[in-house]
């Protein structure tokens, strides 16, 4: 695809074409699977994509902080997940309550005393704000042990919150090798922490997990709800993870040949571009084999990142592309990539249709 005329580089583009694609697919695909969809918000955090993933099906939507819950509320998303272990400051308790009075909210917790925390802060309003326990399946970030979560339970309740049920992240399911291992060891762990709510009195009516290696891999045996987020742009992350196809690629980034970099004749040809690591993001796992992909040029890899700088190693140095060629790349974390810029373009069939304000930028807190 040709980048249009209008658009300056850096920039980061969507394909809205693909991206309504991508939305309509997952959407089918966990609905087939009798699933509830609650898209991770954070990916994207445009307010235009929300619509279009709710207007598919979506129960809900999840976001990974109180600043991004408010943007998608404003933006009338009426139901929304806050799936983090939130220690609860004062400021963070009133703009709480006030989220609460306009939307249906539910938070994550993974410790007794966060959540004696988070009731407290609420007082009258606790009630009005359920709870999900977060449990530990194996990536070994925050949540408990699934035998964990009565306790936990426990306090919620006590600290008058509504325990609505469990949820986890099987965040290790970004490794190659790893999507089936992470789905086994979520829907055991969700298992086992339902079945500890039930001991201690409480129905676990949300089962909440997936993540985008491991949302077309789950089933309704033990989850009620996935939570994908990177599904409606696609990155190359997934890409070589082999959860996506280039042509499920909605996101790239718009960048231009800026450089000529001189290699030994024995060497691999390279030359830079004006996308660096404040528009790509620097996210490189150990197993990528670099900071992004040409969407145009799969066999190219982007070997090095400097803040505006991104060189990048050519298959055949007999034909370089020439200074002020306009590529494409996909950058390694989309999640990244999205939160650098205040907006995006929008093209559609090759043409710039429109640019969407990346509405929760920036909300971290």
Known sequence: MTIPAEIDTP???IDLDILERNIARMAAAVREKGLALRPHAKTHKVTEIAARQMAAGAAGLTVATI????????????DI????????SPQKAERLRRLASTATISVGVDS???ATTLGSSLGQAAGSVSVLVEIDSGHHRSGVRPEAAA?????????????AGVFTFPGHSYAPGMPAEAVAQEQQALREAA?????????????????????LLTDGSEATEVRPGVYVFGDAQQLELGRCAMEDIALTVAATVVSHHETPPDAPARFIIDAGSKILGSDRPAWASGFGRLIDHPDARITALSEHHATVEWPDSRTL??????LRIVPNHVCLAINLVDDVAVTSNGALVDRWAVGARGKNK
């Open 151 to 163: 306790a936990v339970a426990e306090a919620s309740s006590r600290a008058g919150l509504k325990v």
């Open 11 to 13: 920039d980061i583009m």
């Open 321 to 326: 592309p020439p200074l002020g060629e306009r």
């Open 112 to 114: 007794a005393a966060g």
């Open 195 to 215: 079945e500890s709510l039930a001991a201690a009195g409480f129905e676990a009516t949300r089962r909440s997990g997936g993540s985008t290696p491991t949302a």
């Open 67 to 78: 600043g991004e819950a408010e943007v998608f509320a404003d933006a009338g998303i009426e």
């Open 81 to 88: 997940f806050i799936a983090y272990p939130l220690w609860i």
